[in-house]
């Protein structure tokens, strides 16, 4: 997509990527769980024992997972949340990692914290 461009998507559309950006995100989260386990880190953040080179490592995991999801069209928001913009340019579809589909809405100058249920319809 050229830069500064969006991508907008119907519903429908953005569902059908759901799929596709589950199975890349689960393979980041299974490689990030690999470096927690090798280096006994808790859930909860990093310990400063940790070497830079894992440090380095997890950068490199979080930049190629918001790349995928950019050169799909969608917007990385935090850890493992996308946004894909609908076709009412106030608003975004939401998906996060562990939901099956899209099931939330929000404003697009509103976070995760405003996610809001899509409307039946």
Known sequence: MPEGS????????ANELVPIVAAFTAQVVE?????RRRYK???????SSMPESAVKEIEQLLREWSERVLEL?????????????????????????GESKIS???K?????????PLAAG
């Open 6 to 13: 969006v991508k907008v998507f119907s519903l429908a559309e």
């Open 31 to 35: 490689n990030l769980n690999q470096i």
């Open 41 to 47: 880190i808790k859930s909860e953040g990093m310990t």
């Open 73 to 97: 069209g969608a917007h990385p928001k935090g850890y493992f949340t996308v946004d894909f913009q609908s076709m009412d340019p106030e608003l975004r579809y939401c998906w996060s990692f």
């Open 104 to 106: 939330f809405t929000h």
């Open 108 to 116: 697009v100058w509103e976070n995760f914290s405003h996610r809001r």
